[in-house]
């Protein structure tokens, strides 16, 4: 099993590097298909749209075919094949598709991990296995920043692509020759997400759930690069860096939320206290308009740090879930935080397309306002929920 999560853990690399690296190729993109950061903004939106609507499906595919069989075959058909056709898209529309297709792909790794740690290991290490998962896992989010701008320079971002669509289905490959499945529990296996809709707990989560993840990957997985483009005339590389900053930025903020829920004795306040600070650096990022580019890139590392609850979320809304109906469990909460990213990523493509003018600051200033509200709302809920350490 050590090798399958070494693998599923590769896997999720892949995942955060194809969900962040639009960032760097907006340039290139733009210069070879004519893509506006309007259609980047619908194509991210389509990856996370796709990656939210496979949760369902995948938590009844974890919890009746295991995570071996669900993460490797998806992985291979849409990871390998979006990416495959990301290379040879000539149109906006192509792009759009191959990330919805790689947002398939992408959608069961995380959670076949989270589903082993649930079914094998003790509900009080969940959150921090889960961070570290997703800690270590985040290498993607650097890969997808400095170096992937390297490589365009190198390969060209067709060479890139392809090269990344034969690696999706060496790990694929490897995901279905390494991972073993957890026995599954003893009995009948009855009842449904529905059973988990029920309960009171977990709708005083999903809100949250839904608003947490969204500014940072939203702001990481493409808008850092064109608000440094078009207000400070930052290069290719230029934005590479800076993606690397705040991607380095959003993992340490997992590694440091990890452990805290066990160290503090509670979820909820450990979780309530990092969103509101994330709200605090949304502030400051509206202010900093003007400002020294250092100061942006800043506060935007600052929203990724804070930002990055999602694991001890999942993990408080995780410990009201029965252990038969783990898989849809942790798929339904996931559902609620990449599903959240791709509304707001269609929406702030919107609010880009219709504030665009003189003002090159406006658009952006629209946008981060508009997490900012989002983010308080989901605050306000989650007052109300119930302490999952108590």
């Known amino acids: ?31 070879d298909i004519g893509a506006a950061p309007d259609d980047l903004a619908f194509a991210s939106g389509m990856w996370f749209l796709s990656f939210a609507a496979m949760q369902l499906p995948v938590g009844w595919a974890l919890d ?30 192509h792009v759009s598709i191959a990330m ?39 290498a993607g989010n650097l890969v997808a920043s400095y170096p992937t701008a390297l ?26 020759l390494t991972v073993s499945d957890p026995d ?31 500014p940072s990957g939203a702001l990481r997985g493409l808008w850092i690069g064109p608000y440094l483009s078009d207000l400070y005339g930052l290069s290719t590389q230029a934005v590479g860096l800076a993606t690397l900053v705040m991607g380095a930025a959003m993992i340490a903020g997992t590694f440091a939320y990890g452990p805290l829920d066990r160290m503090l004795g509670t979820r ?28 942006p890139v800043a506060m935007m590392a600052a929203v990724g740090f804070f930002g990055a609850s999602f694991p001890v979320i999942m993990a408080h809304g995780r410990a009201f879930v029965p252990p038969h109906l783990a898989g849809r469990g942790v798929t339904l909460l996931n559902l609620f935080g990449i ?26 200033t629209g946008i981060f306002g508009f997490f900012l509200v989002c983010l308080a709302a989901g605050c306000a809920v989650y007052l109300l929920s119930r302490d999952s350490m108590d």
């Open 184 to 214: 599954k529990p003893d009995g009948e296996l009855k009842g449904s997400v529905f059973d988990l809709l029920k309960m009171p707990a977990m709708w005083a989560v999903f809100p949250l759930m839904l608003v947490a993840y969204a």
């Open 64 to 93: 009746h075919a295991g995570p071996r069989r669900t993460a490797a075959v998806l992985l291979l058909l849409g990871g390998g094949g979006g990416a495959a056709l990301f290379a040879a898209a000539t149109t906006p529309l």
């Open 339 to 364: 599903g959240g990213v791709g509304i707001m990523q269609f929406a702030t493509g919107r609010i880009h397309a219709e504030m665009a003018g003189a003002d090159p600051a406006l658009p952006y």
């Open 268 to 295: 909820k306040w450990v979780i309530l206290g990092g969103n509101l600070l994330a709200c605090a650096a949304l502030a400051g990022l509206i202010m900093a308009t003007g400002a020294p580019v250092w100061v």
């Open 100 to 138: 919805f297709l790689i947002g398939i792909g992408c959608s069961p790794v995380l959670m076949a991990s989270y589903y082993i740690f649930a079914r094998q290991y003790p509900p009080a290490r969940f959150a921090t296995l889960a961070a570290l998962m997703l800690g270590v896992g985040s």
């Open 1 to 31: 099993m050590q090798a399958g999560l070494v693998l599923l853990c590769l896997a999720y690399v892949l995942s955060q590097f194809f969900r962040a690296f639009l960032a760097v190729l907006s340039g290139v993109l733009g210069q």
């Open 151 to 176: 490589a365009v320079d190198l390969f060209g971002w067709r060479g890139t692509l392809a090269g990344l669509a034969a690696v999706s289905v060496a790990v694929a490959a490897g995901i279905f």
